[in-house]
Each structure stands twice: as structure tokens, then as C-alpha cells.
């Protein structure tokens, strides 16, 4: 069985031949929507989640909050309130509207601990993302590499070498390369082509 893929545009991104902006961290940013999810929430466009889904989101939160109880370093959780801090999850799980939503409120949840080696990791989804342009880091600076010419990127005269300023709400750079490739990639990918 093959795995579907589709072409998209890019996301809301800014782009720019040469100039430095400021620097929005993603991490700061997932960390802070641990408050209000409302900011990552309409990046969770994906389908309605039925009865199944959502308990299956409930048990990988507490699944995820027995692993850390069992086998984190830092017994004292950096200073969280673990039941509090899980309890408010389950809370907005239970009043999520799709997938996305759910696994983005486990991914800030465990995103709290600002632990480098601690993260959710998704069920693997049925559909290859493909945004059409590549991105690359140079010093900290985000350039593009490649661009589809099919792509509604190369329609808006997007070529290798641009200077990247954003995606979405969020500056790119290094530090929050990654972090942002995990959030388009694997936590809110934007909903199947139709």
C-alpha cells in the first residue's frame, strides 16, 4: 500500500532576499500556549475526533504521566505540579475538537518541562507532508533551498536563497528549527488535500 501524498502551498510564510527580524521562539511560544492554547488551536484544523480518539488521547496523556512519575531524572518535575499540570490537559482534551487539538495540548503539556529529551510523539499519520519549498539553516538565519514549480510558492516568485523572516506566527532560526518542523510535521499538519 502506497502512501498518499499531495503538494501544497506554503503555509503563511514571509519571505525576504536579505534582512534579519526578530526572533519569535517556538519553544517559548508552545510553552506559553500552555496558558492559552488558543494560539496553536486554529493550527489544529484536523478532522473531528470521535469517542475513540478521544479516550485514546486521554490514555496517552496519562500513559505520558506515568512514564515521566516512573523514570524522569528530576524527581521534582523542575518544580511543576504534575497532577495539576495533567489534570488541566485532560481537561482540554476533553473539550478538544480534532486530533490535532488533542496532541497539541499533550505536546505543550510535556513541553512545560522544557526537557530537550522529553516529547510527545503522535500516532504516525496516513499522508506524506509536502509543502512544496525546502527549508535550510545557515549561521541562524532560515533560507530556502528548493522550490516546486508547481508550487503556489514558485507562482509568488519564491526562489532558492530567500530569506525565510517567518511561518505562521513564528520567526525561524536554528534554535527553533526543530521545534517547528515537529509542530508542522508531526503534531498539526494541515488536513489532507481534497
Partial sequence: ??????????????????????????????SLSLLCLGALATLAAGQEMTGFDRQRAHLMLRAAEQDLRDHYYDTTFHGL???TLFD?????IAAAHSNDEAFLS???TLGALRDSHTHF?????????????????????????????????????????DLVLG?????????DRRDLEYLYYALAPPPPCG
Fill in 88 to 92: 488541566s490537559t485532560d481537561a482540554r
Fill in 81 to 83: 505540579d504534575l497532577r
Fill in 167 to 175: 511561518v505562521d506566527q513564528f520567526a525561524v532560526n536554528r534554535a
Fill in 1 to 30: 500500500m502506497s502512501t498518499p501524498s499531495c503538494h501544497r502551498p506554503p503555509l503563511h510564510a514571509k519571505f525576504e532576499p536579505t534582512r534579519s527580524a526578530r526572533r519569535l521562539s517556538v519553544h517559548r511560544a508552545l
Fill in 121 to 161: 510523539f503522535p500516532p504516525r499519520r496516513n499522508a506524506v507532508v509536502q509543502y512544496g519549498w525546502n527549508l535550510g539553516i545557515v549561521g541562524d538565519s532560515c533560507y530556502i533551498l528548493k522550490v516546486r514549480p508547481e508550487n503556489d510558492a514558485a507562482a509568488q516568485r519564491v526562489k532558492p536563497g
Fill in 106 to 108: 499533550i505536546a505543550v
